[in-house]
């Protein structure tokens, strides 16, 4: 008799509650969901390439093979000149972003109004070569051919024959 009358009481305050809810007698709780939100990197050094709508102009040819001591617009000029060699036209009105240069290794984004991504250089040569660029994870045989890039840039990669992360 005693689990009669406990399995009534818990089906009277169970479809009570229920009642209450769907009736809206009770207050209302209302939980936000994160919107998303847009970070800016503070270590960026506020340099970017102004693009226009024009033939590739000369100093973009020349970029890369002509500044010896190069200052950050240099970097980014020899940078969307391979980007654009690499991809196309498409990437000349694109907006390029300096995050870092530590030696002949440099890193960034561009954006432009499809989205964007990250991007990582190298000087070789006295030319800057695009190490890899998009979104998601760098795979490891990217950088089998830069063994110095800096760890504090891209401290892991995807190894593809262990299908695994690898921290460098």
Request: net charge neutral; with cysteine.
């Amino acid at each position: 008799m005693k689990y009669i009358a406990t399995i009534f009481l818990t089906a009277l305050v169970v479809g009570f509650g229920v009642t209450a809810y769907f009736k809206g007698w009770l207050p209302t709780v209302t939980f936000y969901k994160p919107q998303a939100v847009s970070i800016q990197n503070t270590e960026i050094l506020n340099k970017e390439v102004a693009s226009t709508p024009s033939p590739i102009p000369s100093e973009l040819a020349s970029a890369s093979a002509t500044v010896n001591l190069e200052s950050n617009e240099a970097v980014l000029l020899a940078v969307k000149a391979a980007m654009i060699k690499k991809h196309g036209e498409d990437f000349f009105n694109m907006n390029y972003s300096l995050t870092k240069v530590e030696g002949n290794y440099a890193s960034g984004s561009v954006s432009g109004t499809g989205g964007g991504g990250m991007w990582f250089a190298a000087k070789v040569n006295n030319e800057w070569k695009i190490v890899y660029d998009g979104n998601g994870v760098i795979m490891c045989n990217s950088l089998l051919s830069y063994p110095t890039f800096p760890k504090n840039m891209i401290p892991e990669c995807w190894d593809a024959s262990t299908n695994g992360l690898i921290k460098r």
